[in-house]
């Protein structure tokens, strides 16, 4: 490809909007073009990228005996009705009216469309295990797209999925689909680690997500040095500091005059953090809910929405406070009456100091099972930097992190939903076992940017490469140094290189080494007057400081060797 010819153009600066190294960097580098916000156009570099990771992607889901499909994004939203997520989901699902008010959504995941697939091919344990896939468009309506590709309304991404006879048999598929994933992120220079995850609204059982650490990610990461122990935020466990046992003790009053908030009030008391019962407030699916937990730790609401198998759940604002009588700052489940209580199993420690119910009044010694009972006892304590462990004595450390793919154990909630069975050995009738399995192709591609840069631009991993060398030509109206830098560039293409050739007659060497460098292909040629003058061509990584001499005859050979 000649540059001169190239639709897309570089820029010097990257619009304000663009935060993140990956989203300036493939802004200036003309590999994307926004239309609106969270929805994208791949410019000719950008989309050839994306068919590199995607023919990545096909290799590895081949590999691991996937076959690859095709489904339809636009889907009868009865689909989504008889599974259930019409509501779970409803909040990024886009509806569409077709002829005759008929009802359909754009499809931001395609569970419900492969089960009745399945329906329609399978009768017998014979054709599994089974695994598909397909790389398609997919559309949520995402709140607040953000940080370039990572967050958008429109994306590619490779779901698969998986059908098995039994667990064990799913325990394999699932495997075959991890290994793939630690293979397809090697390659595309992403370095990821897996970690526990929370499965959400796509349901079912053991679920990992694979992330990118770095400091622009929107998921907390919970990592323990000492066992590799990894969980995002939302799924993380720990050790939850144990106090000694105490006899309960008598309720009383006391008070507590403007002590509003946890902190004033153990200061107030001259008591720990462990000794107060804390309330917080919120509404599931429409109805109040008032969640107790122990006053040194914090509320994790994935863990709270799970045990309450909420669609929605926010915190409750001011005025649904006064609406359900709740005294904000002095509340307790002591006496509360029409409203779910859920508590954390730490609220079962004795003698704590609660809210009672009346402003500026707190009792002390509350006792759950005499004072007071909840609805639900769970664990839904959110998991914090420096708290111990789950598996060891190490203290936890916080990382941020992109999530590039997401493995799910999904069991039979889809296929019981939508009635898919098969005949077993027996000609008994059973519901397959799914597995699910989802990379966000875009975001490889940002990450990819984000992971392989520096001070002047992208460095692409060989493999993710648009071009494999970018020769650049100077000097033409020198003699013979066009015609020498043509015979490279064809030199090059014979050797089956594909070449990005910057033949603009314009443009200092300066613009035209700062594009290079920007646009980070993994080895750059240069021919030019001086470079012919010392004997041929200038040859370099784009990683490499200094560049080598290389015959004009030679290049191909070299560039080569420098690919690996």
Not at 59 to 88: N, Y
Not at 526 to 544: C, F, H, L, Q
Request: negative net charge.
């Amino acid at each position: 490809m000649r540059m001169s010819r190239l639709f897309s153009k570089t820029l010097r600066n990257a619009p304000a909007e663009a935060e993140t190294a990956n989203h300036q960097l493939m802004l200036r580098a003309g590999l994307v073009q926004q239309l609106a916000a969270g929805i994208y156009s791949y410019l000719p570099l950008g989309s050839k990228v994306m068919r590199k990771i995607e023919q990545i992607i096909r290799e590895e889901m081949d590999r691991a005996d996937g076959q690859e499909v095709v489904m339809p994004a636009l889907q009868p939203a009865e689909l989504w009705e008889q599974s259930g997520r019409i509501e779970t989901m409803r909040d990024v699902l886009f509806h569409l009216k077709g002829r005759g008010e008929k009802d359909y959504v754009l499809g931001p995941t395609h569970e419900e469309v492969i089960v009745d697939l399945f329906k329609r091919q399978v009768q017998s344990y014979r054709d599994m295990p089974l695994m598909l896939y397909q790389i398609q468009t997919k559309a949520r309506d995402e709140a607040r797209p953000r940080g370039g590709l990572m967050r958008v309304r429109e994306f590619t991404m490779k779901d698969a999925y998986s059908f098995d006879a039994d667990w064990d048999s799913l325990d394999n598929s699932y495997q075959a689909a991890r290994d793939a994933y630690i293979r397809i992120f090697e390659r595309c220079g992403v370095p990821t680690i897996p970690v526990q995850a929370d499965s959400g609204a796509i349901g079912g059982k053991d679920s990992e997500e694979f992330i990118f650490l770095t400091d622009v990610g929107e998921d907390t990461i919970l990592l323990c040095p000492r066992c590799n122990y990894a969980a995002n935020a939302e799924k993380a466990e720990f050790k939850k500091p144990q106090y000694d046992a105490e006899d309960t003790l008598p309720l009383e009053e006391v008070a507590t005059p403007g002590q509003k908030t946890i902190d004033d009030l153990v200061k107030f008391l001259g008591i720990p953090h462990h000794k107060t019962l804390k309330a917080v407030f919120y509404e599931a699916d429409g109805a109040p809910v008032f969640v107790a937990i122990r006053g040194d730790l914090e509320v994790n609401e994935a863990k709270l929405r799970n045990a309450l198998k909420a669609v929605e759940l926010e915190l409750l604002d001011a005025q649904g406070v006064r609406k359900h009588n709740l005294v904000a700052g002095s509340a307790s489940p002591v006496g509360l009456k029409d409203i779910k209580i859920v508590a954390d199993d730490t609220a079962q420690d004795a003698n704590l100091v609660a809210g009672a119910n009346k402003p500026d009044i707190h009792y002390r010694n509350v006792n759950h099972g005499r004072d007071w009972n909840a609805d639900i006892i769970t664990n839904i304590a959110l998991a914090q930097e420096g708290a111990t462990c789950p598996n060891c004595d190490g203290k936890l450390e916080t990382k941020r992190g992109v999530e590039m793919g997401h493995v799910f154990k999904l069991g039979t909630v889809y296929t019981e939903k939508m009635e898919a069975q098969f005949a077993d050995a027996d000609g008994n009738l059973q519901h397959p076992i799914m597995g699910c399995y989802g990379i966000g192709v875009g975001r490889v591609f940002a990450s990819a940017i984000e992971a392989n840069h520096d001070e002047r631009g992208i460095i692409w991993p060989p493999e993710l490469a648009p071009y494999h060398v970018h020769l650049v030509g100077m000097g033409f109206d020198k003699p013979g140094v066009k015609e020498s830098a043509e015979q490279v560039y064809q030199q090059l293409q014979d050797a089956g290189l594909d070449v990005l050739f910057d033949d603009r007659e314009v443009g200092s060497a300066g613009v035209k080494f700062n594009d290079a460098d920007l646009l980070g292909m993994p080895v750059r040629v240069t021919v030019s007057p001086r470079s012919i003058e010392n004997g041929g061509a200038e040859v370099k990584k784009r990683t490499d400081k200094d560049a080598q001499i290389v015959a004009l005859d030679a290049v191909a050979a070299t560039a080569k060797s420098l690919l690996g």
